[in-house]
């Protein structure tokens, strides 16, 4: 009886030990570990907006290991992995006696190799560097083992096998074989593949034999097929249902090569995440990927065509471009071309152009028009002077060296004349062309007296990225907003950032950047002369020295910039916006058209405050009764220009000999007929005198002043024309001028005068210097230094003023 006591003794220690041994293994398991996954270097994938992989980068330690989670790897091949290699997996401890005494019977007996090794003794193995060839070795590997066991769950040991199997080479994990040997994410597997991954890592050396360069081989593996075999008959014995089904012979695992897509994104987006802190990354989303917002049918297509054309175009000295597409709906880039070949150091490929500062040339004017729009200043059919001008010391050109004289704002838009964007510039107050790029945040801007007026035709630089967001500006109202390359983050996985709750600003109103947009459209094809349909809105731009051609422009719900150049500058004369960039904007476009990858325009409703009225087609201005043609344009209730124009004025002569006749009895006089004549400046008749358009011009200086049709005087006659006041063009205004005493040099006094003006009278101070002919020059000499007011007037008294300051060379 004196047994049964000290059994029961026994009996409660073993059971206070396995108590405590349990409890031991609970507050291990629940003691606070780090992830298996952080104690692993991974490789960074990048995928575009659909899921395609664009690249896979090498992990810190030169393997291509993807962490892929276990619900993410396709069953067959779990499955399959645990039948091949640890068919006891889900209830030993680590380590499992029986198979390693049937692994220890087989090689003493001499029969072929079988490990012992559990799934979690070759993670061990794995995650501690453990060398288990010696008989100590793999003593620490099962202690290893068992101490994984201890805190981890079975599911998550079976999640890191997978993500450190050897799959050769230096592929590790099922996801990265996966994307290498087949070309699709673990997920997708089908069982052939997943029969052929399963029984690679027991010898990834032999199953997986080494091509050149490091690459797997393409030529048939018999040992990987033998082993395929193999396990196919174990997967049809634990599945009848399939005991008919065939396994479709291995023709060869071939490593093939990993995708390369868009390198300049993907280089920019790797340097943002690698400067970004581990823990709060913008770039990397939480599994350790990017996704961004590149489309790579489009992507494909750009570089395509750009290769295309530049091929073409090679006897020019055309060799590199950079082109960026913006869906603007959005504001997600969907291509990114930053070079035309990334690995031709000859043109420096592996320089992103859609991040360089370059010259605009003209790609800003559709932006002074705009704001010309909203601030009052025109509407699309208001009469602009294209004509010699001098802006203080600034005298701009036009890029054909000519001069059209009267041009409509949308012409003058379209066809990309200087002097009238230049004019418009200077009328611009809050805010100017300067004070509106500093609100899009355009970089690295000079201070506003550096650029000057000259800012207008490119003097300033901007990459093609804050170009795209300029243009975008159009098609969404005028309201700014940021682009992106990386796609939102799932709804609630990570706070927003706090920029994002503010609404986003207002830089035009919708009526200035809907009009701005349609008088983009009519820019006519340079193939076939015509605005493109469907609908393009573009423009181009050519830098100083022929260094930089663009094209930027809007079509469908797309923004396309082009920039067309070499990365150190060099100029070249075949570099102009129309010539080199033009064609290959339209080429793209056309091309993503082509292939159905440009959904079609959003649906942009017109503005509220925009109405389409009727004025005189060669002034721009409400007709009146003379307007001998009409046209509609927009106009913009509350802001447009409604003054009335006094181009045109009806005159009375004589029909036999010509004359004007003046006064009251002119339309009774014999042979009196009245005509409509246009009224042009001074300045503007020349033009037309050189363009071989000359005007018909009626002299009645002398009804004018005051002299009727029979020779009576008949006293003062106010200005009918309603004409300016004369304007001098030189000298030039804030400028000063030296006088040298020993060879003194005249100054030039220049003005431009109304319609029908003959003299104009000089005055410097109070003295009289001269009278001249609109247009002609008068030569003055200063008598000494000091500060001159030069007055030129009229014949009718109108005035214009100009202070010049003379200084004494010493």
């Not at 695992?253 to 913008?282: C, K």
């Not at 930053?338 to 991040?355: C, H, K, P, W």
């Not at 609100?439 to 035709?457: D, K, M, P, Q």
Request: charged share 20%.
């Amino acid at each position: 009886m004196a047994r049964w006591p000290r059994a029961v003794r026994w009996a409660t220690r073993a059971a206070t030990g396995l108590g405590l041994l349990l409890a031991l293994l609970l507050a291990l398991r629940l003691w606070p570990h780090a992830p298996l996954r952080e104690q692993l270097a991974l490789s960074t994938p990048l995928y575009d907006r659909h899921g395609s992989l664009l690249r896979l980068t090498l992990a810190p330690d030169e393997q291509y290991r993807l962490w892929t989670p276990l619900d993410a790897i396709a069953p067959p091949l779990v499955q399959a992995t645990l039948l091949y290699e640890d068919r006891g997996f889900w209830w030993h401890p680590g380590v499992d006696p029986a198979a390693l005494a049937r692994s220890a019977w087989q090689m003493a007996r001499g029969g072929r190799r079988q490990g012992g090794s559990t799934l979690t003794m070759q993670l061990a193995r794995r995650l501690y560097h453990l060398d288990s060839s010696s008989p100590g070795g793999k003593l620490q590997q099962m202690a290893a083992a068992l101490w994984l066991e201890a805190r981890y769950g079975k599911r998550e040991l079976l999640e890191a096998y997978l993500n450190t199997a050897p799959y050769g080479s230096n592929i590790e994990g099922a996801g990265a074989a996966s994307l290498v040997y087949f070309h699709h994410d673990a997920a997708h597997l089908t069982l052939p593949e997943a029969l052929t991954l399963a029984v690679i890592p027991q010898h990834p050396g032999q199953r997986v034999a080494a091509g050149r360069n490091g690459t797997a081989s393409s030529a048939p593996n018999p040992a990987l097929e033998a082993a395929r075999q193999r396990l196919w008959a174990l997967w049809r014995a634990r599945h009848p249902g399939e005991a008919d089904a065939h396994l479709p012979p291995l023709a060869a695992l071939s490593r093939g090569q990993l995708p390369f897509e868009a390198p300049h994104l993907t280089d920019m987006l790797l340097a943002q995440a690698r400067q970004a802190s581990a823990r709060d990354n913008p770039v990397l989303e939480d599994d350790g990927s990017i996704h961004t917002t590149l489309d790579l049918p489009m992507q494909r297509t750009l570089e395509r065509v750009m290769g295309e054309y530049l091929k073409g175009r090679a006897g020019v000295g055309i060799r590199n471009a950079s082109a960026l597409l913006l869906d603007a709906s959005t504001m997600e880039v969907r291509a990114v071309v930053g070079s035309a070949n990334y690995r031709d150091e000859a043109i420096a490929g592996q320089v992103n152009g859609t991040l360089g500062k370059r010259s605009p040339g003209s790609t800003l004017k559709p932006f002074i028009y705009a704001l010309g729009l909203d601030q009052g200043l025109l509407h699309p059919r208001t009469l602009l002077k294209d004509a010699p001008t001098a802006f203080g010391p600034f005298t701009p050109e036009n890029f054909d060296g000519q001069f059209m004289g009267p041009v409509a704002a949308q012409d003058a838009l379209i066809r990309s004349r200087n002097i009238p964007a230049v004019s418009l510039a200077a009328r611009l107050t809050q805010p100017n062309l300067y004070q509106f790029l500093q609100l899009n945040h355009i970089s690295r801007l000079e201070s506003e007296a550096h650029y000057g007026l000259a800012l207008v035709l490119g003097g300033g630089e901007v990459t093609p990225e804050e170009l795209a967001r300029l243009y975008a500006l159009l098609p969404n109202g005028g309201v700014a907003r940021p682009l992106s390359y990386l796609r939102p983050p799932p709804q609630g996985s990570r706070p927003a950032p706090p920029e994002a709750a503010a609404a986003p600003p207002r830089l035009l109103s919708p009526e200035a950047a809907f009009i701005t947009l349609d008088m983009l459209r009519q820019t006519p094809r340079p193939d076939t002369g015509a605005p493109a349909q469907p609908a393009i809105a573009w423009k181009t731009g050519t830098s100083w020295g022929f260094r930089d051609a663009w094209t930027a422009g809007v079509f469908g719900r797309h923004v396309l910039v082009v920039w067309v150049g070499e990365f150190d500058g060099s100029g070249n004369p075949a570099f102009i916006g129309i010539d080199a960039a033009a064609p290959l904007f339209l080429r793209m476009v056309d091309a993503l058209r082509a292939q159905r990858l440009d959904p079609g325009e959003l649906p942009q409703p017109q503005p509220a405050n925009l109405r389409r009225v009727e004025v005189c087609t060669s002034t721009g201005a409400p007709p009146d009764a003379l307007c001998p043609a009409r046209t509609t344009t927009w106009f913009i209730a509350g802001k447009s220009p409604i003054q009335p124009s006094h181009l045109h004025r009806a005159l009375w002569v004589d029909a036999q000999t010509g004359q004007v006749l003046c006064g009251p009895q002119a339309a009774s006089a014999p042979h009196a007929k009245e005509v409509v004549v246009e009224q042009w400046g001074s300045d503007m008749q020349r033009l037309f005198k050189q363009a071989g358009l000359p005007r018909r011009t009626l002299d009645d200086s002398a009804c004018r002043h005051g002299a009727s049709s029979d020779g009576s005087t008949l006293g003062p006659v106010p200005d009918a024309t309603g004409a300016d006041a004369p304007t001098i063009t030189s000298p030039l205004r804030a400028v000063r001028y030296l006088l040298n005493p020993r060879r003194p040099q005249p100054l030039l006094l220049r003005a431009d005068a109304a319609a029908g003006v003959k003299t104009l009278y000089w005055f410097a101070n109070d003295s009289l210097l001269g009278r001249t002919a609109p247009g002609e020059s008068l030569p003055w000499l200063p008598p000494q230094p000091g500060d001159y007011s030069l007055r030129v007037v009229d014949e009718v008294g109108r005035v214009d003023v100009r202070g010049v300051r003379v200084e004494g060379l010493e």
